[in-house]
């Protein structure tokens, strides 16, 4: 055997069998941005080349072995490697142990083999077969044997350069007491962390947020070893290892002359145990769906929003090729995939991956399926193993095998036959809303059996949406990723080209609109300066101008602000938004213009592709399909706005009548009632007449939420979720505040723009200026009043897909996406310089005064 098969360099593949856990896991590392000291690993093979043949017919019978001595070719290769690692004669070096089982998921073996620290290189031979030796100890044996690890037990050893620590420690990624993934436990000491790991001596113990913040701390002696920067640098280590490994990490560091090194690290083994003993672990998210709901939300619309996505993704899973038997057993994750937190929609995460789950091919498909959910953050692994069915037999994968086979059939039946259902999905859309009957004249048996008609006709046979946005997530993905495999930057920047000028998509039409509007009322400068103030009146000024804004009105008059949420005024109530869009895109000399470039797709890509015709032609292929499926998408999302407006206005009516017969104080109470309690009153089911007293106690209720901080975009809450929210058991979460000159998101549409930035938290109180650069956590079709004047746009949340992606396209808009923590790093005023084609922003100029809206 070869003298290298002995000994493997940090840089070797991680292995498990080859170097063990604890030295794979170093190497995992070293492939990462992550301060390791140098280190070798001492494979198992030469501890198996220093036995005889007596002592590994020991080792079959798992007995014990007796003196183990290195033969010559172990020898040498142990002192060589040692050498190159000590560069002078006064370095000292640390000896791990690190066995195959060692450091893993299930069971850690801390402490149950010997390491040993500040080794002279002369004591190197001696101290691995000391390694070597505790690998076989009574109580080692009992350990491997109780977490079911009775296997051949081949131990291999790591030699590692020390750290003269200032100070040293532990920290841990979750409690690994309670289990609480929100709270980060850092143990530290000074000098070496071998004391504190033995128990030998307390030291300080920090508890922090995930953003570093210290909650609290327990200090072993009077002053605190730690300060908050480098209590943040150790948390952000932790965290980093975490993302490496994608499982909660417990870490070894130490700090030497201010340079911070990772020792090792393992999975934190018993978050399993505490999961399966202790309260149920509940994860809560509001990735995407806080741009449909944001803020505190009405009872109503929570509970219209939850029915509709119960039902809607039950009809989801039945296109997917989904057993009514699966679903029936999901009803309860189907029933709770939204969760009302202090007022706020979150999404259930653990229900959403239950549902995920049925889908065939999950466990192939999960990143798609993640990300057509929209979260940031997937579920941590140990959490979504536990969701899943045990280890699948072979009957059960061919099963689940064919299954997805169907459901691709499926699919490609689907895509086929998919004009034909939006088009009876529009049929029955126009039935639906075409109702001959005022609602206004409507009495309120009538009007609520007009609602139940929406859900029969609608909500329940949600197809054409549900189909198209499914397909749109794959052609929209598949061919930007052949178009950036193939070409590049440049195929990416081709593939945003491509994605303008729709021509009939529907979202761009409201800036078309208004345009046009501004454009007749840029003739008259006083109706441009009363239009500016907001004053409707000024309207009535120019006959041309008021045949625009009433038809304007007739077809988007519902398309409004946050337009999922049912108490939302739309510009029927107000039109102040609308009035000042149109008044200060007529004071602008120049005014953007919708974009109407039909790039013949075929040409453009052969171009680029000039060498491949293969790949040319399935290129533009997809790249057709995704541009025919992003136009009924967001064509569809408006009928989706229409049906929502049709449920305020009935709801609205029923307030009306509430309020006629003194059941509430004024219609719009009605918000805080909840859409069964609403029919249960007047189908005859409610168990309660007061509904006067029920909204004053949620108005009530709600002034608390509006008056509290939100909830963090993502917390875990354990046990029943009462208890959680009405205690805050969440831990809330410091926003990410960017400290750099510039910074990347994904850039949306090309073009350079450099100018001052309009911070914008309240778009109803917002006025943005010519020129300015509009910044926004998230936007929503309501906002396109705001983006007749933005000069560019920056948007802290949102994908490719989101509308203020696909909107600022149409409209030749420069923009950005998803930079987190923006808000906080722009104030208003600052003048920066971003680039809508790199998604690069640099910050030239900052603003000192905090005017933002």
Same mark, same amino acid.
């Given at each position: 055997m070869?003298?290298?098969?002995y000994?493997?360099?940090?840089?070797?593949?991680?292995?498990?069998?080859?170097?063990?856990g604890?030295?794979?896991?170093?190497?995992?590392?070293?492939?990462?941005?992550?301060?390791?000291?140098?280190? /070798?690993?001492?494979?198992?093979?030469?501890?198996?080349?220093?036995?005889?043949?007596k002592?590994?017919?020991?080792?079959?019978?798992?007995?014990?072995?007796?003196?183990?001595?290195h033969?010559?070719?172990?020898?040498?290769?142990?002192i060589?490697?040692?050498?190159?690692l000590?560069?002078?004669?006064?370095?000292?070096?640390?000896?791990?142990?690190?066995?195959?089982?060692?450091?893993?998921?299930?069971?850690?073996?801390?402490g149950?083999?010997?390491?040993?620290?500040n080794?002279?290189?002369?004591?190197?031979?001696?101290?691995v077969?000391?390694?070597?030796?505790?690998?076989?100890?009574?109580?080692?044996s009992?350990y491997?044997q109780?977490?079911?690890?009775?296997?051949?037990?081949i131990p291999?050893?790591?030699?590692?350069?020390?750290?003269n620590?200032?100070?040293?420690?532990?920290?841990?990624?979750?409690?690994?007491?309670? +289990?609480?993934r929100?709270?980060?436990?850092?143990?530290?000491?000074?000098?070496?962390?071998?004391?504190?790991?033995s128990?030998?001596?307390?030291?300080?113990?920090?508890?922090?947020?995930?953003?570093?913040?210290?909650?609290?701390?327990?200090?072993?002696?009077?002053?605190?070893?730690?300060?908050?920067?480098?209590?943040?640098?150790?948390?952000?280590?932790?965290?980093?290892?975490?993302?490496?490994?994608?499982?909660p990490?417990?870490?070894?560091?130490?700090?030497?002359?201010?340079?911070?090194?990772?020792?090792?690290?393992?999975?934190?083994?018993?978050?399993?145990?505490l999961?399966?003993?202790?309260?149920?672990?509940?994860?809560?998210?509001?990735?995407?769906?806080?741009?449909?709901?944001?803020?505190?939300?009405?009872?109503?619309?929570?509970?219209?929003?939850?029915?509709?996505?119960?039902?809607?993704?039950?009809?989801?899973?039945? /296109?997917?090729?989904?057993?009514?038997?699966?679903?029936?057993?999901?009803?309860?994750?189907?029933?709770?995939m939204?969760?009302?937190?202090?007022?706020?929609?979150?999404?259930n995460?653990l229900?959403?991956?239950?549902?995920?789950?049925?889908?065939?091919?999950?466990k192939?498909?999960?990143?798609?399926?993640?990300?057509?959910m929209?979260?940031?953050? $997937?579920?941590?692994e140990?959490?979504?193993?536990?969701?899943?069915?045990?280890?699948?037999?072979?009957?059960?994968?061919?099963?689940?095998?064919?299954?997805?086979?169907?459901?691709?059939?499926?699919?490609?039946?689907?895509?086929?036959?998919?004009q034909?259902?939006?088009?009876?999905?529009?049929?029955r859309?126009?039935?639906?809303?075409?109702s001959?009957?005022?609602?206004?004249?409507?009495?309120?048996?009538?009007?609520?059996?007009?609602?139940?008609?929406?859900?029969?006709?609608?909500?329940?046979?949600?197809?054409?949406?549900?189909?198209?946005?499914?397909?749109?997530?794959?052609a929209?993905?598949?061919?930007?990723?052949?178009?950036?495999?193939?070409?590049?930057?440049?195929?990416?920047?081709?593939?945003?080209?491509?994605?303008?000028?729709?021509?009939?998509?529907?979202?761009?039409?409201?800036?078309?609109?208004i345009?046009?509007?501004?454009?007749?009322?840029?003739?008259?400068e006083?109706?441009?300066q009363?239009?500016i103030?907001?004053?409707?009146?000024?309207?009535e000024?120019?006959?041309?101008?008021?045949?625009?804004?009433?038809?304007?009105?007739?077809?988007?008059?519902d398309?409004?602000?946050?337009?999922?949420?049912l108490?939302?005024?739309?510009?029927?109530?107000?039109?102040?938004?609308?009035?000042?869009?149109?008044?200060?895109?007529?004071?602008?000399?120049?005014?953007?213009?919708?974009?109407?470039?039909?790039?013949?797709?075929?040409?453009?890509?052969?171009?680029?592709?000039?060498?491949?015709?293969?790949?040319?032609?399935?290129?533009?292929?997809?790249?057709?399909?995704?541009?025919?499926r992003?136009?009924?998408?967001?064509?569809?999302?408006?009928?989706?706005?229409?049906?929502?407006?049709?449920?305020?206005?009935i709801?609205?009516?029923?307030?009306?009548?509430?309020?006629?017969l003194?059941?509430?104080?004024?219609?719009?109470?009605?918000?805080?009632?909840?859409i069964?309690e609403i029919?249960?009153l007047?189908?005859?089911?409610?168990t309660?007449?007061?509904?006067?007293?029920?909204?004053?106690?949620?108005?009530?209720q709600?002034?608390?939420?509006?008056?509290?901080p939100?909830? $963090?975009?993502?917390?875990?809450?354990?046990?029943?979720?009462?208890?959680?929210?009405?205690?805050?058991a969440?831990?809330?979460?410091?926003?990410?505040?960017?400290?750099a000159?510039?910074?990347?998101?994904?850039?949306?549409?090309?073009?350079?723009?450099?100018?001052?930035?309009?911070?914008?938290?309240?778009?109803?109180?917002?006025?943005l200026? $010519? +020129?300015?650069?509009?910044?926004?956590?998230?936007?929503d079709?309501?906002?396109?009043?705001?983006?007749?004047n933005?000069?560019?746009?920056i948007v802290?949340r949102?994908?490719?897909?989101?509308?203020?992606?696909?909107?600022?396209?149409?409209?030749?808009?420069?923009?950005?996406?998803?930079?987190?923590?923006?808000?906080?790093?722009?104030k208003?005023?600052?003048?920066?310089?971003?680039?809508?084609?790199?998604?690069?922003?640099?910050?030239?100029?900052?603003?000192?005064?905090?005017?933002?809206?």
């Amino acid at each position: 055997m070869a003298k290298l098969d002995y000994i493997l360099a940090s840089e070797a593949p991680p292995d498990r069998l080859s170097m063990g856990g604890k030295a794979a896991a170093l190497a995992e590392l070293g492939a990462g941005d992550f301060t390791i000291p140098e280190w /070798f690993v001492i494979s198992p093979q030469a501890f198996l080349a220093c036995l005889s043949q007596k002592q590994k017919k020991a080792l079959d019978k798992g007995e014990s072995v007796g003196e183990i001595c290195h033969t010559k070719p172990v020898e040498e290769a142990i002192i060589n490697a040692t050498k190159a690692l000590v560069v002078n004669k006064s370095r000292l070096l640390a000896v791990r142990s690190s066995a195959t089982a060692e450091d893993g998921e299930e069971a850690s073996f801390a402490g149950q083999l010997e390491s040993y620290l500040n080794v002279p290189a002369s004591e190197i031979l001696e101290k691995v077969c000391d390694v070597w030796y505790s690998a076989f100890s009574e109580h080692v044996s009992h350990y491997r044997q109780t977490f079911d690890h009775g296997e051949d037990w081949i131990p291999a050893v790591i030699v590692q350069r020390m750290v003269n620590a200032d100070m040293a420690g532990v920290a841990f990624s979750a409690d690994p007491v309670t +289990g609480d993934r929100n709270t980060c436990v850092i143990n530290a000491t000074q000098g070496l962390a071998d004391r504190l790991v033995s128990g030998e001596v307390n030291g300080d113990t920090y508890y922090t947020l995930r953003d570093g913040v210290l909650e609290k701390q327990m200090l072993g002696q009077k002053s605190a070893l730690l300060d908050q920067k480098v209590i943040t640098e150790i948390v952000k280590l932790l965290l980093k290892v975490e993302g490496h490994f994608g499982l909660p990490q417990d870490i070894e560091w130490a700090i030497e002359c201010d340079v911070l090194y990772l020792i090792q690290a393992r999975p934190i083994t018993s978050l399993k145990h505490l999961s399966l003993i202790g309260e149920q672990v509940t994860i809560w998210d509001n990735s995407n769906i806080v741009e449909s709901y944001s803020g505190v939300t009405s009872p109503l619309t929570f509970s219209f929003a939850r029915y509709v996505y119960e039902h809607v993704y039950i009809e989801f899973c039945k /296109f997917m090729g989904v057993s009514q038997a699966k679903i029936e057993c999901e009803n309860d994750a189907f029933r709770n995939m939204l969760g009302f937190v202090n007022g706020h929609v979150y999404y259930n995460l653990l229900n959403w991956y239950r549902v995920l789950a049925l889908f065939p091919g999950f466990k192939m498909n999960r990143k798609f399926m993640e990300q057509m959910m929209g979260v940031k953050e $997937p579920l941590p692994e140990d959490v979504v193993q536990s969701i899943l069915a045990a280890q699948p037999t072979l009957w059960e994968k061919i099963t689940d095998g064919a299954s997805f086979v169907r459901t691709l059939a499926g699919l490609i039946k689907h895509q086929i036959t998919l004009q034909r259902t939006i088009s009876r999905f529009y049929t029955r859309l126009e039935i639906a809303l075409s109702s001959s009957e005022q609602l206004k004249e409507l009495p309120l048996d009538q009007l609520a059996k007009e609602y139940r008609m929406l859900e029969g006709r609608l909500l329940k046979q949600w197809d054409a949406p549900l189909i198209n946005d499914f397909l749109c997530m794959i052609a929209f993905g598949l061919s930007r990723k052949l178009l950036e495999k193939y070409a590049g930057e440049k195929g990416l920047n081709l593939h945003n080209d491509i994605m303008i000028g729709q021509g009939d998509i529907i979202s761009a039409e409201p800036a078309i609109r208004i345009g046009k509007m501004a454009s007749i009322a840029a003739k008259d400068e006083k109706t441009v300066q009363r239009l500016i103030a907001g004053d409707a009146a000024a309207i009535e000024t120019i006959p041309e101008l008021k045949i625009e804004y009433l038809s304007y009105l007739q077809k988007f008059g519902d398309r409004c602000l946050q337009e999922l949420k049912l108490e939302s005024q739309t510009l029927h109530d107000d039109p102040t938004m609308l009035l000042q869009a149109i008044g200060y895109m007529a004071s602008r000399e120049k005014r953007p213009q919708v974009l109407d470039e039909h790039i013949d797709i075929k040409s453009a890509v052969s171009t680029l592709l000039r060498h491949m015709p293969l790949k040319a032609w399935a290129v533009s292929t997809s790249v057709v399909w995704a541009k025919a499926r992003v136009r009924d998408r967001e064509n569809l999302r408006f009928e989706r706005t229409r049906v929502f407006g049709r449920v305020r206005l009935i709801v609205l009516e029923i307030g009306k009548r509430f309020h006629e017969l003194k059941y509430i104080n004024c219609p719009r109470d009605i918000f805080f009632l909840e859409i069964p309690e609403i029919m249960g009153l007047v189908e005859g089911s409610s168990t309660i007449t007061d509904m006067a007293a029920l909204v004053e106690m949620r108005k009530k209720q709600q002034q608390i939420f509006e008056s509290q901080p939100a909830p $963090p975009n993502r917390f875990e809450s354990r046990g029943a979720a009462c208890h959680s929210f009405k205690t805050k058991a969440y831990k809330f979460e410091a926003s990410e505040i960017l400290d750099a000159d510039s910074v990347k998101g994904i850039g949306c549409c090309q073009g350079v723009v450099r100018g001052p930035v309009r911070v914008i938290h309240n778009p109803r109180e917002a006025e943005l200026k $010519p +020129g300015e650069i509009m910044v926004a956590q998230f936007t929503d079709p309501g906002w396109i009043t705001l983006f007749a004047n933005a000069s560019g746009i920056i948007v802290e949340r949102g994908s490719l897909l989101s509308h203020s992606a696909i909107v600022a396209r149409e409209m030749g808009i420069p923009a950005i996406v998803s930079i987190d923590g923006v808000m906080t790093w722009l104030k208003t005023g600052d003048v920066v310089e971003m680039n809508g084609a790199t998604g690069a922003v640099k910050r030239i100029e900052c603003e000192v005064d905090d005017d933002q809206e």
